[in-house]
């Protein structure tokens, strides 16, 4: 049980585009979704945490127009990197937490963007 | 200063060896501790919880120590599947947000 799924796995996009991520829950209803960026050789950073149905708490320095992100059900989040540009080339990961769960996260398998 | 900081490594072990990671934490309010396992472009998946009172899990031993703000991992008995990055976590006080350290990188050899 507790599996959090992301699309795509994986997506390379030109710069200035627009690239939106989601995160699911499979067998849980998440109450609070959290998404975190990881460079390489660096640690996870959280970027925001979401609870369904209310804006997102973005972490300082995240850009929250730059970074939108909806969770507008218990079991569904999207991140969507607007204008992306090289330097947010990254692995992007969620993790997801509910009741009953001991607010334990479970990780989805990341998202690796590449922006060209 | 980092809120957690653990050494990078890389360690460089051979199969049946032991070894340790450290790890410490600068807020003292902070909840709860836990190992995780990140393997080469994967996500993390939790090893264990660490407790006060030190908790094993076969081959692993985690231990707390709240007074230094310190964190400990024993992995005895390497194995070759065991080479990943070791990631010392903190839940902080604030709505359950997990502070991540670096990751320490193990590599078992033959």
Known sequence: ?116 | RKEVEQDPGPFNVPEGATVAFNCTYSNSASQSFFWYRQDCRKEPKLLMSVYSSGNEDGRFTAQLNRASQYISLLIRDSKLSDSATYLCVVASNQGGKLIFGQGTELSVKP
């Not at chain 1, 959090?4 to 979704?33: N, Y």
């Not at chain 1, 959290?34 to 300082?60: H, I, V």
Request: aromatic share 10%; with cysteine.
């Open chain 1, 1 to 116: 049980g507790a599996v959090v799924s992301q699309h795509p796995s994986w997506v390379i996009c030109k710069s200035g585009t627009s690239v939106k991520i989601e995160c699911r829950s499979l067998d849980f209803q998440a109450t609070t979704m959290f998404w975190y960026r990881q460079f390489p050789k660096q640690s996870l950073m959280l970027m925001a945490t979401s609870n369904e149905g209310s804006k997102a708490t973005y972490e300082q320095g995240v850009e929250k127009d730059k970074f939108l992100i909806n969770h507008a059900s218990l079991t569904l989040s999207t991140l969507t990197v607007t204008s992306a540009h090289p330097e947010d080339s990254s692995f992007y990961i969620c993790s997801a937490s509910g009741t009953g769960l001991q607010e334990t996260q479970y990780f989805g398998p990341g998202t690796r963007l590449l922006v060209l």
